[in-house]
Nanobody, 123 residues
Framework: QVQLVESGGGLVQAGGSLRLSCAAS????????MGWFRQAPGKEREFVSN???????YYADSVKGRFTISRDNAKNTVYLQMNSLKPEDTAVYYC?????????????????WGQGTQVTVSS
């Protein structure tokens, strides 16, 4: 069992930056592929980014070039550095973990989820 706890959300002006953190419990963090998803009011949860066990990364087109995912296995933590934020990035951001390597962009592939952290970008 893995527990995930996100932090780092908040209110920021458009063009600003935030760094989200996701701390994981357990001794097998390095074995997981980790993802970030987000959900805006009235919308479905959507893929943002994924980092494999190997360190390989994936991004949604909407955040490519602005967001950077990274992981520190020694600290059992995954990060999402968000730069050049836009009002449309406003959402609750969720950290998720999975052993699966098939569909990194699919909500259904992830076994463990955090409680979410709110990111609000004002115009």
């Amino acid at each position: 069992q893995v527990q995930l706890v996100e932090s780092g959300g908040g209110l920021v002006q458009a063009g600003g930056s935030l760094r989200l953190s996701c701390a994981a419990s357990g001794r097998t963090f390095s074995s997981y592929n980790m993802g970030w998803f987000r959900q805006a009011p009235g919308k479905e949860r959507e893929f943002v980014s994924n980092i494999r066990r190997s360190g390989y990364t994936y991004y949604a087109d909407s955040v490519k070039g602005r967001f950077t995912i990274s992981r520190d296995n020694a600290k059992n933590t995954v990060y999402l550095q968000m730069n050049s934020l836009k009002p449309e990035d406003t959402a609750v951001y969720y950290c998720a973990g999975t052993y699966s390597s098939v569909s990194y962009y699919s909500v259904d592939e992830y076994d463990y989820w955090g409680q979410g952290t709110q990111v609000t970008v004002s115009s």
